[in-house]
């Protein structure tokens, strides 16, 4: 045998070791290929990766849930003005609020009556109202840390404001709330952070 017959040979044993299909499976298909050498094997371990990550959450597409701050949820800065506005004028319409305290008298600590602390219902006065119930709401709702306001209690001393005119007002807001279709998880959020107010804003219980 030649050299050159022997050469030929090898090359076609070597061909025939890189190219010959796996036992059984017949000829493989442009794109076949198994890593376990089975496509059955291949495609229940695919199945159990794919179930472990959707049970750990981790999908490519899986994100994190980000919650918003009720600040946001109610349209930030322009949604509470927006709240606000409509509440102030339709609580001081309401004679069940008496906001400017008309005809309301209260003790002093030697049992004489007086009359009690009054707001008049002036431009720069609502003005400065809405201001600081705007800023108070953005601060309690997750928005800007800013209040310049004086402290809820200090505020409203004096006025013997009654548990029924606080309720009147909370209604109100629910009636402001639902015009301007604010949602119920929002809705709630919101009166709950006003109905905390009571202790400091009620003194005639």
Not at 37 to 54: P, T, Y
Request: proline share 3%; hydrophobic share 35%.
């Amino acid at each position: 045998m030649s050299t050159r017959t022997l050469v030929m040979m090898l090359g076609a044993t070597v061909a025939a070791t890189f190219f010959v299909p796996a036992c059984g499976s017949g000829a493989k298909k442009p794109g076949d290929f198994f890593t376990s050498g089975s496509r059955d094997a291949d495609q229940r371990a695919e199945q159990r990766m794919a179930k472990a990550n959707q049970l750990q959450g981790k999908n490519a597409s899986d994100k994190p849930a980000v919650k918003r701050s009720l600040y946001e949820r109610l349209g930030g800065e322009t949604g509470l003005r927006a709240i606000v506005d409509d509440f102030v004028s339709r609580a001081l319409a309401d004679p069940r609020v008496n906001w400017e305290r008309n005809g309301v008298a209260s003790h002093n600590f030697l049992g004489f009556k007086k009359k009690a602390e009054t707001w008049r219902a002036t431009q720069p006065n609502i003005d400065k109202l809405k201001l600081h119930m705007t800023q108070f709401l953005e601060l309690s709702t997750g928005g800007p840390t800013k209040y310049d306001g004086r402290d809820i209690r200090e505020s409203h001393a004096g006025m013997q404001i009654t548990n029924a005119e606080f309720d009147a007002a909370i209604g109100d807001m629910k009636a402001t709330l639902d015009k301007s279709g604010v949602g119920t998880t929002e809705q709630k959020e919101l009166l709950a952070i006003l109905e905390s107010t009571r202790p400091e804003i009620v003194e005639k219980r």
